[in-house]
């Protein structure tokens, strides 16, 4: 975005239940479970959301790491949510 925070898109939406302001957190499946960070939903439409990052885990960020594409989402207030 224009204030230089990174961006993600879900292929998740309003039909999963996504809205905006809502808060995830990003989880790495493989090798192990890993937290990642934590998201931000910003916009979203029926099948599809962009995602704010807001925290990324100390150990990754030190590596320069970040979410990934195989990285999943998980809403902890909303447990129906898992993807």
Do not use: C, H
Not at 58 to 72: A, I, M, Q
């Amino acid at each position: 975005d224009k204030k230089g925070r990174t961006q993600v898109l879900l292929n998740i939406g309003a039909l999963d239940g996504l809205f905006p302001r809502l808060r995830l957190e990003v989880w790495r499946p493989e090798p192990s479970d890993q937290k990642v960070g934590q998201v931000e939903i910003v916009k979203v439409d029926s099948s599809s959301a962009v995602a704010m990052v807001r925290k990324i885990e100390k150990k990754l960020r030190k590596r320069g790491e970040g979410p990934n594409p195989d990285d999943r989402v998980i809403s902890r207030k909303r447990p129906s949510l898992l993807y």
